[in-house]
């Protein structure tokens, strides 16, 4: 009974170890947004080691990228349960609540995550919580949450678009352009234009003609194939009838 012991002791290590191997492997691939064989490396390594908190939720961080959404949620939910303590997991479930509208389940999870204070990084937690009231429509309470996340980390690219949009919402244009000009500093180098279109609105609510104009061009511009590309063409077609 010892050496069978001894020997399925062993056995399990190796499939620790070779289960830890291929989760580095996959965290390689899914770092450079290789995400389908970044869940193929996941999965062996699950296989090899299926009550590993750490695989469950890189396999839940993969299935979210792939917009599997129910998927990515019952593996973050498996990582909760086997450590109720892996606080990044339930910030990541947090946020995939939001994703699928279980808005209050993702405040709940959230509202935890903030609490602890030992958690390094509380501004994540912050922009999920915002995420999960803008999402609701409720852009007071975003604002802050984005506010508090930028306190911690003032050169967050998504932080500070969406505090920008939440005021940008709450039709105070004049407090989203200067949020969202900011946000166009720390979004530029990521080739991120979300910032610039919506500081482009925000100019033209405000009556500023010229403005507005050089922002959707600079959009056009900047990121001929970004998301806002057609829409600031289309503004500017509106804009100098």
């Known amino acids: 009974m010892v050496i069978f012991f001894l020997s399925g002791c062993v056995s399990m290590r190796a499939n620790q170890e070779k289960a830890a191997l291929l989760q580095a492997n996959g ?9 389908s ?22 396999l839940g ?3 979210f990228m792939k917009e ?19 606080t990044d997991a339930r910030n990541n479930l947090g946020r995939t609540y939001t994703e699928v509208g279980r808005f209050h389940d993702a405040e709940k999870m959230l509202t935890i995550v903030i609490n602890d204070l030992t958690y390094p990084a509380q501004e994540r937690a912050y922009i999920n919580m915002g995420l999960n009231y803008f999402n609701q429509k ?9 506010a508090k996340s930028i306190d911690t980390q003032p050169d967050n690219c998504f932080a500070n678009t ?3 949009r939440s005021y940008f919402e709450l039709k105070n244009y004049s407090a989203s352009v200067t949020a969202l000009d900011k946000a166009i500093e720390f979004c530029q180098k990521l080739l991120i234009d979300e910032p ?3 500081s482009a609105l925000s100019y033209y609510r ?36």
Request: hydrophobic content about 30%; overall charge positive; glycine content about 4%.
């Open 27 to 35: 965290q390689s691939l899914y770092e450079n947004q290789n995400f």
């Open 37 to 58: 064989l970044a869940l193929k490396e996941f999965l062996a390594a699950e296989a090899n080691d299926p009550d590993s908190a750490s695989i469950q939720n890189s």
């Open 61 to 63: 961080l993969t299935y």
């Open 68 to 86: 599997r959404y129910q998927t990515s949620i019952k593996h973050f939910e498996k990582a909760v349960e086997l450590d109720p303590k892996f």
């Open 138 to 146: 409720k852009y007071e309470q975003a604002k802050d949450n984005f």
């Open 162 to 164: 969406y505090y920008g």
């Open 196 to 198: 610039h279109y919506f």
């Open 206 to 241: 405000l009556g500023e003609k010229q403005k507005s104009i050089t922002r959707f061009e600079e959009v056009i511009k900047l990121y001929p194939n970004g998301k806002y590309a057609d829409k600031s063409k289309g503004m500017l077609n509106i804009i100098k009838r």
